[in-house]
């Protein structure tokens, strides 16, 4: 299976991906903000999810990745208002 964590920010979804997916599956997160991307790439190869990369940009972007597939796209919104 795999995932897409569109605006990825710090990787919360990320590593609940990660866990469902399990160490077969893939999960990559996108996100305008590369520095926090990698931060979250990193800790989440850390706690040993292997199965997850990151890359930075919009959904424009993507289309560099159009080769990639995804089975669960998502984007998640929360605001403090």
Do not use: I, W, Y
């Not at 931060?39 to 990745?65: I, K, N, R, V, Y």
């Amino acid at each position: 299976m795999g995932c897409l964590d569109v605006g990825c920010g710090p990787g919360d979804v990320m590593r609940l991906m990660a866990e469902r997916v399990g160490p077969t599956g893939k999960v990559v997160g996108l996100d305008m903000d590369g520095n926090l991307g990698r931060e979250a790439l990193s800790a989440l190869l850390g706690m040993g999810h292997h199965q997850c990369s990151f890359a930075e940009g919009d959904m424009q972007s993507l289309e560099q990745t159009a080769h990639d597939r995804f089975d669960l796209p998502m984007r998640v919104s929360l605001s403090n208002t």
